[in-house]
């Protein structure tokens, strides 16, 4: 494994008081590169003539590398650490959202139009035309982001505690990117009937659901139930969120290679609740030669240990993952990391496109095989062609929103994807440019704009 790049995910910040002497600060800033820290912001604190305190921003690759930063600071005898923290753990500090009012209530007259006895009224017209509800209250621009805990990221089955930091993270970009307000719902119950009968219970308040971080199978049936029972878009954002981007980098990957999609041969490393996901909507754009492996290797009909929703993707052939990436077009990872060999990259077919997505960690880092391949994508921040779910989910339920559009269906989702994928004109597309940055404030209106015209056609 190459060494991970440093990121601002792991950065420290950093106050140190050391002698007002010309080159200490440069002393400061060999040390930290010594061990591999990337410097950011600098700012002086406070300066005597015997003294200056600096405050430091460092990037670090892990926990690991980010004590070992500390470590070398505080080998300097004549510098004095004053503190340090962890910059993603402050962020979090009593919470990423919170609740604020639309309207002020500066007197009795606003109090009795906002609260009693005006709003009396306000319920009784919404109890005889219930579709006022989308009018006057919350519940038009309002989405339920919902979790058992039990696939929290890449780590497993954290419980409901331990994914409230993700979900405040979601209903924080919806609000970012999209305007939607949105909820952190975490329960504590894993049990399938009992998530859809809480989730069912508590619609009334939301116009969308957005499930996540549901381990499969359970995932699979959660959603096609509430599907079925509620006339609110569910969406579960691992499998869907992750298709429609996904579809989106490979839509205009195979542009940069000149590869049609339905030619290519698809390997996916990993058959769960997103592999699954981006293989059906990768089908519905027309891909015909998907290979799916999960940690036994190849999904063959050999096999007596597949679920349904892997048995729809079994093929005659039986192997490894190395088996399969043989003379493959595009290798899909959405497993674990370092699972994929340069030898592995090497066996594929020419003009290479690797969706190394595993985070935080891909299941090739791009360092091995920069050398080996036409496209390379992953899920991180800090390399090119992040293939990021904030690229679908906020625009996905704007547009739903909007429409008041009563499911998400699969034609809106290939919709969302090709509208993503738009936003890289053909003479701008470049091997390291295959998908817009998250920042592009033009991907949530175009992508809700696609699905309104989805629903408005239909």
């Known amino acids: 494994m190459a060494n991970l790049t440093p990121n601002s995910a792991y950065s420290i910040k950093i106050r140190l008081e050391l002698p007002n002497q ?4 440069a002393k400061t800033l060999e040390a930290i590169a010594k061990v591999g820290g990337n410097v950011g912001e600098i700012d002086l604190i406070e300066q005597t003539t015997q003294t200056s305190i600096r405050e430091l921003v460092v990037d670090a690759a892990s926990t690991a590398h980010a004590t070992e930063i500390i470590a070398a600071i505080q080998e300097l005898a004549e510098f004095k650490l ?42 009784q017209a919404i109890h005889e035309d219930p579709q006022q509800v989308y009018q006057l209250t919350i519940k038009g621009n309002t989405v339920a982001v919902v979790t058992d805990g039990s696939a929290v990221l890449g780590l497993g089955n954290l419980g409901a505690e331990a994914a409230l930091p993700v979900m405040e993270g979601k209903a924080l970009l919806f609000k970012e990117f999209a305007g939607v307000d949105a909820f952190p719902i975490c329960l504590t119950t894993q049990d399938t009937e009992e998530i859809i009968n809480t989730v069912v219970n508590i619609a009334p308040v939301f116009g969308g659901i957005n499930l996540e971080d549901i381990s499969a199978p359970r995932c699979f049936e959660i959603e096609a139930r509430l599907r079925e ?12 969120g992750t298709a429609i981007v996904t579809l989106a980098a490979l839509i205009n990957a195979l542009q940069v290679v000149n590869k049609s999609i339905e ?9 769960g609740a997103a592999g699954i996901a981006v293989a059906k909507l990768l089908q519905q754009a ?29 093929i005659s052939t039986s192997g490894k993952l190395a088996d399969a990436m043989v003379d493959a077009d595009v290798f899909i990872g959405l497993s674990g990391p370092g699972l994929v060999t340069p030898e592995m990259v090497r066996s594929m077919a020419t003009d290479r496109i690797l969706f190394a997505m595993a985070n935080p960690t ?10 080996d391949v036409a496209v390379m994508a992953t899920g991180r921040s800090d390399y090119p062609n992040q293939i ?20 998400i269906t699969d034609i809106m989702c290939l919709a969302a994807a090709k509208a993503i994928a738009s936003l890289i004109p053909t003479a701008e597309l470049t091997p390291e440019n295959i998908v817009p940055s998250v920042f592009d404030k033009r991907v949530a209106t175009v992508v809700a704009e696609a699905v309104k015209q989805v629903v408005d056609n239909r």
């Open 22 to 25: 010309p080159g200490m600060l």
């Open 229 to 240: 029972i509620l006339n609110i878009p569910v969406f579960h954002d691992d499998q869907h």
């Open 388 to 407: 990021n779910n904030v690229l679908a989910f906020p625009g996905v339920f704007r547009g739903a929103l909007d429409s008041r559009a009563p499911q």
């Open 286 to 314: 027309g891909v015909s030669n998907i290979w799916m492996c999960d940690s036994k290797g190849i999904i063959s009909s050999d096999r007596t240990d597949l679920t349904p929703a892997k048995q729809a993707f079994a």
């Open 82 to 123: 004053i503190s340090h923290s962890d910059r993603t753990f402050d962020l979090h500090k009593r919470g990423k959202i919170s609740i604020e009012s639309r309207i002020s209530v500066q007197n009795r007259a606003d109090l009795s139009m906002a609260y009693t006895p005006g709003v009396g009224r306000v319920c």
């Open 362 to 371: 891909p299941e090739i880092q791009p360092e091995l095989v920069k050398d």
């Open 263 to 271: 030619s290519v041969k698809i390997v996916f490393n990993g058959a």
